[in-house]
């Protein structure tokens, strides 16, 4: 059974840095495109970071600059590296990814990991 599981997420003061991680676990062969999303308290779940099989990125304007995403192949590993913080990066944040896996490909969701920003 294919899963997703999210790491990294805690308590940080504005300013500071967390590295998210997102390990694929299965019966798995490799994560194709794979993205971070975020969703806040009474927001809409948003786009944050994206990241293709050939290792081309995109953002979100909000975080352009100070989040990298980062893919390690051999571990089938998506990370979200992210400094500066502030405190409206507070959210629950999801790894998001199409897994090519037995018997199927597919796309998959984290359970999310929660990032708290204080002032």
């Known amino acids: 059974q294919v899963q997703l599981v999210e790491s990294g997420g805690g308590l940080v003061q504005a300013g500071g840095s967390l590295r998210l991680s997102c390990a694929a676990s299965?019966?798995?062969?490799?994560?194709?495109?794979a993205g971070w999303y975020r969703q806040a308290p009474g927001k809409q779940r948003e786009l944050v970071a994206r990241?293709?099989?050939?290792?081309?990125?995109n953002y979100a304007d909000s975080v352009k600059g100070r989040f990298t995403i980062s893919r390690d192949n051999a571990k089938n590993t998506v990370y979200l590296q992210m400094n500066s913080l502030k405190p409206e990066d507070t959210a629950v944040y999801y790894c998001?990814?199409?897994?090519?896996?037995?018997?199927?490909?597919?796309?998959?969701w984290g359970q999310g990991t929660q990032v708290t920003v204080s002032e």
């Open positions: 990241i293709t099989s050939g290792g081309s990125t």
């Open positions: 998001n990814a199409i897994v090519v896996a037995v018997p199927t490909t597919r796309n998959y």
């Open positions: 299965g019966s798995i062969f490799s994560i194709n495109a």
